[in-house]
């Protein structure tokens, strides 16, 4: 994700709201994320991100292929597979022809 940030020149934001025509990425100013554990990290950001991207029913390309060495196991999931998961519980299936994740 860095790289796709870097290369598309996107601002460091927290507004969730939808971007027609374009990207919608997480991508939280360093000052607000220093030190966050990965529970603050999920409630505080994340979460809300993909409560927002869920609300619009945005279909979600992925970046990275959701297999196990990505995702994680079932009991020790990376934050990635939390994000995964949550959006299949949510409705959402991983179209493989498109690399998306869409209802």
């Given at each position: 994700?860095?790289?796709?940030?870097?290369?598309?020149?996107?601002?460091?934001?927290?507004?969730?709201?939808?971007?027609?025509?374009?990207?919608?990425?997480?991508?939280?100013?360093?000052?607000?994320?220093?030190?966050?554990?990965?529970?603050?990290?999920?409630?505080?950001?994340?979460?809300?991100?993909?409560?927002?991207?869920?609300?619009?029913?945005?279909?979600?390309?992925?970046?990275?292929?959701?297999?196990?060495?990505?995702?994680?196991?079932?009991?020790?999931?990376?934050?990635?597979?939390?994000e995964f998961d949550y959006?299949?519980?949510?409705?959402?299936h991983f179209d493989a022809?498109?690399?998306?994740?869409?209802?």
């Open positions: 994700m860095a790289d796709i940030i870097f290369e598309l020149n996107l601002p460091k934001s927290t507004n969730f709201g939808s971007k027609p025509n374009g990207f919608n990425i997480l991508n939280v100013p360093d000052n607000l994320t220093a030190g966050l554990t990965d529970a603050q990290w999920w409630t505080n950001y994340n979460k809300p991100f993909l409560d927002a991207a869920i609300a619009r029913g945005d279909d979600i390309i992925l970046a990275t292929s959701p297999t196990e060495k990505y995702l994680g196991a079932i009991l020790s999931r990376t934050t990635f597979g939390k959006l299949v519980g949510n409705g959402y022809l498109t690399k998306m994740m869409v209802r």
